[in-house]
Nanobody, 115 residues
Framework: QVQLVESGGGLVQPGGSLRLSCAAS????????MGWYRQAPGKQRELVAT???????NYADSVKGRFTISRDNAKNTVYLQMNDLKVEDTAVYFC?????????WGRGTQVTVSS
């Protein structure tokens, strides 16, 4: 069973920064693609960023140049560094791992950008 636990969310002013972390349980973490998704109130869940085992990254156009996804395989952890946050970045952020033909989700962490 895979478990993902997100942390690092909170309230930040526009233009501020946050770093989200996602700790994964299980072995062979390094070989699986991981990602971050978000869901704002009243909206569908959307892709934010993904990272492969080879550290190839992909970003939604709305966050390119502001967000950076990275992974530390020694710690079984994936990160999302978020800079220059905007009000429209407000959402619950979810971590995912693609493993064994399935996608596993964390419970999410709330990010609120407001003045």
């Amino acid at each position: 069973q895979v478990q993902l636990v997100e942390s690092g969310g909170g309230l930040v002013q526009p233009g501020g920064s946050l770093r989200l972390s996602c700790a994964a349980s299980g072995s062979l973490f390094s070989i699986y693609p991981m990602g971050w998704y978000r869901q704002a109130p009243g909206k569908q869940r959307e892709l934010v960023a993904t990272i492969t085992s080879g550290r190839t990254t992909n970003y939604a156009d709305s966050v390119k140049g502001r967000f950076t996804i990275s992974r530390d395989n020694a710690k079984n952890t994936v990160y999302l560094q978020m800079n220059d946050l905007k009000v429209e970045d407000t959402a619950v952020y979810f971590c995912t791992i693609d493993r064994g033909g399935g996608r596993y989700w964390g419970r999410g962490t709330q990010v609120t950008v407001s003045s």
